[in-house]
């Protein structure tokens, strides 16, 4: 079952990267396909553990997803489903092992939007100027607690940045969210 999963993410990788768009119908296909692995999987397990499988593997990644495109602004909602439909499959395929595997999944997640935003940073203003803004950066997260009208000046520049990014994708340096989470996928199928 996982070259499905591989051939799920070739395609939303594909269609990201070219034209930045997501195809609602392949969403909810894959997201069926896995609700019905999962059945399988979970076959004759209580209903304690069948209601922790989908709290871990369908409602906290949604939440998840939601955060990331509302709060931080780096997720589309294409994205969050993908990171739903991705974090059910690999839950499922994982049996008895699913909460390792969703562990696995998230900190390839995250350290694939780290290395993403790192190469979008260094692309953009390049190496030393990195340095620059990562020194800035910590000293103004470092002095957050004494000004709070600053941390809420630079979370509103960073809204409307987004904003505009989001309002012209085409025009945006960024890279789509498809493939770090693509590479959180391949990294969980991997361990």
Same mark, same amino acid.
């Given at each position: ?39 399988? &999987?979970?076959? /004759?397990? !209580?209903?304690? $553990?069948? +209601? ?5 593997? %369908?409602?906290?990644? =949604?939440? #998840? ?26 839950? &499922?395929?994982? /049996?008895? !092992?699913?909460? $390792?595997? +969703? ?5 390839? %997640?995250?350290?694939? =939007?780290? #290395? ?76």
């Amino acid at each position: 079952m996982a070259w499905l999963l591989v051939a799920y993410h070739a395609f939303n990788v594909y269609t990201d990267v070219k034209w930045r768009i997501t195809k609602n119908l392949w969403h909810l296909l894959f997201f069926l396909g896995g609700v019905m692995l999962s059945g399988q &999987a979970l076959r /004759g397990e !209580g209903i304690k $553990e069948i +209601l922790t499988f989908y709290a871990l593997s %369908v409602i906290l990644w =949604l939440c #998840i997803g939601i955060f990331m495109e509302t709060a931080v602004g780096m997720f589309s909602p294409g994205d969050t489903k993908m990171i739903v439909v991705s974090a059910l499959w690999l839950a &499922a395929s994982a /049996g008895g !092992g699913y909460r $390792e595997t +969703l562990l696995s999944f998230g900190f390839g %997640v995250c350290m694939s =939007l780290l #290395i993403a935003g790192l190469i979008v940073m260094i692309r953009n203003h390049g190496i030393k100027q990195l340095v620059e803004e990562f020194k800035s950066q910590l000293f103004f997260w470092l002095t957050v607690g004494m000004n709070p009208f600053r941390a809420i000046e630079a979370l509103k520049a960073m809204k409307r940045r987004v904003r505009d990014e989001q309002n012209n994708p085409m025009k945006s340096k960024n890279i789509p969210a498809a493939i770090p989470i693509a590479a959180g996928t391949f990294l969980a199928l991997m361990t």
